[in-house]
DNA sequence: GCTGCTTCTTGATTTTGATCAAGTAGGTTT
DNA sequence: AAACCTACTTGATCAAAATCAAGAAGCAGC
């Protein structure tokens, strides 16, 4: 989700709707690590990334199994959670010290009630996560690991640049092992 | 996403609102494994399934990979092809004959552009969609394969009753003999 | 600089599910 | 009913990745 740039291409918001957006963001800083959403917690607060990174990330068995990285200009929270208003079953931190511009679901509710360009904000962004995360279900359902590795790097190579290996290994569904082992055998 | 259940339970919309949306909906008649939608082509028609049952899929290698089921009540077609309005990378059939009401792509954006009511609804059926694929997507990666076979059992037992095997083994992104396997396992 | 921690790599072994192959059972068509 | 097709099962072998184990490399704090 890019939504700033959404914002000024596929709707016109007036200076009233952008003034009353800008009115309601607040900026904070998360610390390198730093929990913005934990899970069985419920979302109230959603953001945008100024400058930063975040990982999204379940927890099962005692392990940490990564869903997502977050860079600038994506939306930081869970949408599931924020959507529904009901308990998170995923964790959002910072990868490293991040600034974002948050606001509260009620707020956003507000917004979505009384300016209909935020409205239709609110429909293309939820529509974009879901044509994002149907692209990652299909990668799932149908790749290989070392195929989602290779896509990773041909269409993501920022990835690696910013995130610990053993994180994207989660993210690919591999070990850190196996990761490290397709790390050696294309390595050019 | 139960559309009719979504319509009265979280928006009120008009008579005049849900007249304006039945006079678009036209009925149609699928007959079984007829496509409703092919890789490759724009999904302009959008439909609610009113009996019946459909197929989402994916050809790769020669191959079918079933993405999704859907039955009474569930919306046909492929949000993200609808959405975007850039071709297909499923193929959406009939698993049986099936007859649903459909409307096309510039019904639904005069609907959206001219009602709030449907311009709501839109959002919130987008935003039922994503939290359906990122609960899929969460079991595709935490998931074992056999603990996704025991997961769709225990919540959706009516898919087995409903569709062949051979298509449930790829949804579960297992072959046809290890699904027969975990059967014989299961039995009591 | 050293110490300790985290990250990453490498090797040996095991496990899971795929593939290959064959056969059985149910339905449908003629 | 016979022939055919599709769906499903069962068995033997193979391949991919997990696990277990150990070590190397980078970094943070003292």
């Not at 990982?55 to 869903?67: H, N, P, Q």
């Not at 991040?98 to 956003?108: A, G, P």
Request: aromatic fraction near 12%; proline fraction near 4%; hydrophobic fraction near 40%.
């Amino acid at each position: 989700m890019r939504v700033i740039d959404n914002i000024e291409i596929v709707i016109q918001p007036t200076s009233e709707e952008k003034a009353a957006l800008e009115k309601m963001l607040r900026p904070r800083l998360l610390a390198k690590n730093e929990l913005f959403l934990k899970e069985g917690e419920v979302c109230t607060t959603i953001g945008f990334i100024e400058q930063g990174s975040a990982r999204l990330f379940y927890i099962v068995d005692e392990r940490e199994i990564s869903k997502d990285f977050l860079f600038e200009n994506a939306i930081i929270g869970s949408f599931a959670s924020f959507f529904s208003q009901l308990p998170s079953s995923l964790n959002v931190a910072a990868l490293e010290e991040t600034h974002i511009l948050e606001m509260d679901y009620r707020q956003v509710m507000y917004l979505y009630d009384h300016y209909p360009a935020w409205q239709k904000l609110g429909r293309i962004i939820a529509q974009d996560q879901f044509i994002r995360s149907e692209r990652r279900e299909a990668s799932l359902l149908k790749d290989s690991p070392e195929l989602r590795y290779l896509s990773l790097i041909e269409e993501h190579p920022k990835v690696f640049k910013r995130v610990p290996l053993h994180y994207i290994a989660s993210y690919l569904g591999i070990t850190p092992e196996t990761l490290s082992r397709y790390r050696q055998k294309f390595k050019h």
